[in-house]
């Protein structure tokens, strides 16, 4: 069974960066392999939907943001590593919830991200 773990998260200072990872695990021989699907990152925060932040192509090649992160995050994936991340960069008070990745096998446990002074 394919575990999705996401790492990376913390209390940063509006303007900070952050860097998360999403990390698969658990692929059996034989089955497709992580290179062979799209990734996602949502994010969600209290009292709130979770939202769709970024999507990005099972190569790499195409990547997709929410507006409210377009210019200010970058998707980027690893397939040799199984991971995919996450770089937060001018980061806003209203960034701040549980990110979670997602794809074909389901979703992370999350990671917290808060942005305060």
């Known amino acids: 069974q394919v575990q999705l773990v996401e790492s990376g998260g913390g209390l940063v200072q509006p303007g900070g960066s952050l860097r998360l990872s999403c990390a698969a695990s658990g692929f059996a021989f034989g089955s497709y392999a992580f290179s062979s699907y799209a990734m996602r990152w949502y994010r969600q925060a209290p009292g709130k939907e979770r939202e769709l932040v970024a999507e990005?192509?099972?190569?790499?090649?195409?990547?997709n943001y929410a507006d409210s992160v377009k210019g200010r995050f970058t998707i980027s994936r690893d397939n040799a590593k199984n991971t995919m991340y996450l770089q937060m960069n001018s980061l806003k008070v209203e960034d701040t919830a549980v990110y979670y990745c997602?794809?074909?096998w389901g979703w992370g446990q999350g990671t917290q991200v808060t942005v305060s002074s």
């Open positions: 997602n794809s074909v």
């Open positions: 990005i192509s099972s190569s790499g090649g195409t990547t």
